[in-house]
T-cell receptor, first 116, second 112 residues
Framework: GAGVSQSPSNKVTEKGKDVELRCDPI?????LYWYRQSLGQGLEFLIY????????KSGLPSDRFSAERTGGSVSTLTIQRTQQEDSAVYLC??????????????FGEGSWLTVV | KQEVTQIPAALSVPEGENLVLNCSFT??????LQWFRQDPGKGLTSLLL?????REQTSGRLNASLDKSSGRSTLYIAASQPGDSATYLC???????????FGAGTRLTVKP
């Protein structure tokens, strides 16, 4: 597509339930990033995928968080046993060649997660 | 660990003023620095990307400078307009990590 697409745009879930957030990067982009932004806060890095390399998971806050990227394109971020502190907007971004290039990264509109 | 700081946290100016937003970072070993704009309830829009070898980039009324050795960048907005009201974020891509580190942003309000 023309831009980074994320779904759902909004999700309200009950504490303890699992949620899946989806990201469709820009076609041809090999690098994909997930960030989290809590209300009034800056962006927190979660995970980074580059081509077929092992993902950089150093930003995932707990083992309840996991992400995968199938076929080098679409990515799914899964949060198990959601907690209220997981409420945030989850932003996905993609870029052409990844971290060690000068390419601009492009963000999706985000998935707004509210855990009640 | 790279830390990015933006000052001020919020800024309110009358329409037509020129203004400067500041960004500082602790580790000067970077590949590039990028300025973004975020509107309420929206994702981020890239404004300017400065490579580590560059000193500045310009786009329309926007000019971003980079002083890598001192760990500083500024975003200059000329002749501000109400439509410029948004949160402005800077992010650096460090040599030592695969991710981009973001500042907390400057929330700009331009009053008509």
């Amino acid at each position: 597509g023309a831009g980074v697409s994320q779904s759902p745009s909004n999700k309200v879930t009950e504490k303890g339930k699992d949620v899946e957030l989806r990201c469709d990067p820009i076609s041809g982009h090999t690098a994909l990033y997930w960030y989290r932004q809590s209300l009034g806060q800056g962006l927190e890095f979660l995970i980074y995928f580059q081509g077929n390399s092992a993902p950089d998971k150093s930003g995932l806050p707990s083992d309840r968080f996991s992400a995968e990227r199938t076929g080098g394109s679409v990515s799914t971020l899964t949060i198990q046993r959601t907690q209220q502190e997981d409420s945030a907007v989850y932003l996905c971004a993609s870029s052409g060649q990844g971290a060690y290039s000068g390419n601009t990264i492009y963000f999706g509109e985000g998935s707004w997660l509210t855990v009640v | 660990k790279q830390e990015v700081t933006q000052i001020p946290a919020a800024l309110s100016v009358p329409e037509g003023e020129n203004l400067v937003l500041n960004c500082s970072f602790t580790d000067s070993a970077i590949y590039n620095l990028q300025w973004f704009r975020q509107d309420p309830g929206k994702g981020l829009t890239s404004l300017l990307l400065i490579q580590s070898s560059q000193r500045e980039q310009t786009s329309g009324r926007l000019n971003a400078s980079l002083d890598k050795s001192s760990g500083r960048s500024t975003l200059y907005i000329a002749a501000s307009q109400p439509g410029d009201s948004a949160t402005y974020l800077c992010a650096v891509r460090s040599v030592s990590t695969n991710d981009m580190r973001f500042g907390a942003g400057t929330r700009l309000t331009v009053k008509p």
